[in-house]
């Protein structure tokens, strides 16, 4: 994403910010629609988001994460650890040199290790993959615990994130009866949340965000964190198979408590419905087909059909 003026450009405006920034070329370490994280070849790493990428606002999504990185940054205990924010701003001009239009960066802490999706799971035994699932929900688990009690604490406000996955979905849905769907899905959420008990959630545990740091797990992107019910920081597991179930079990096993499988599920109909949103129809026809038969999968095990 950096040619050489760009970085050159950055470095001279984040250095003015942050205390020891090396020069680039910093080694490009992740790219999404949303920006790119550099390891910057210290024990730290840079993190650009955009203004522009998928559904929502790069400012929003900045905004949230450094907010609960304040909080929660450095959370660690045997089974998880989260990076710690080293300095964090935005940009007043965001036009700098060839990039796309930036809403802000931070700088945090490098964890060592790969994310999850760098290495397939299906590859490895049945037990390593049990072991592995275990080990997410243990993590997941501890999660839920210390980042309760640190936000509470600092007084964090951030809502929840499936509410508002829905929402977003939804001013992107074409066909009518999607925004019906939508809607049915909005208020069962809502008297979920209603009912239920509120934990403070990393809210976008996909294999991308979370990295194998040999004992423990770092969670990583913390851009859609906040109140929410326990449930929803597995919305992206359904589609890993027996993976989840072990997940499951090493949540439950730190826990003493299992997911409830009604509010699972429309967390992953969520989900599904946000995979519906930006991507529509393209693709081969058959995408498209098992994007909105997962979608209806869900929404039925909901109890919503
Ligand atoms: N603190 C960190 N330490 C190590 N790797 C990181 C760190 N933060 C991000 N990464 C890597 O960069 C990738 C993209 O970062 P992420 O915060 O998930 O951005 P995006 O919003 O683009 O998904 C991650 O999948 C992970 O591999
Ligand atoms: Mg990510």
Known sequence: ?????????????????????????????????????????????????????????????????????????????????????????????????????????????????????????????????????????????DFSRHATERAQTAGIKLGDTIARTIGLARSRLGQPGLHDAADQLADAWAGQIARGRLVFIHGDLNTDNIIDMGNRLGFVDLAEAGWSLAEADFRHLEETGTLRDAVFRGYAARTGKSPDLDIYYLAVAANALTTIALHGQAGHPRDAMRRSGFFRHCMERAGLS
Not at 93 to 121: E, H, V
């Open 1 to 141: 994403m950096l040619d050489t003026q760009t970085g050159k450009a950055l470095h001279s405006i984040l250095a003015a910010e942050t205390a020891d920034l090396p020069p680039p070329p910093w080694d490009l370490i992740g790219e999404g629609v949303w920006g790119s994280v550099h390891d910057l070849g210290d024990g730290t790493v840079l993190k650009l988001t955009r203004r522009h990428g998928g559904l929502g606002s790069g400012e929003a999504l900045h905004l949230r994460e450094t907010i609960a990185l304040s909080a929660l940054g450095g959370l660690a205990t045997d089974y998880v650890k989260v990076p710690r924010l080293i300095a964090h701003g935005t940009f007043g001009n965001a036009y700098i040199g060839s990039a796309p239009p930036l809403a802000g960066w931070l700088r945090l802490t490098r964890l060592a290790g790969k994310p999850l999706s760098a290495t397939s799971p299906y590859g490895a035994s049945g037990q390593a993959r049990d072991r592995l699932g275990e080990r997410i929900g243990a993590a997941i688990a």
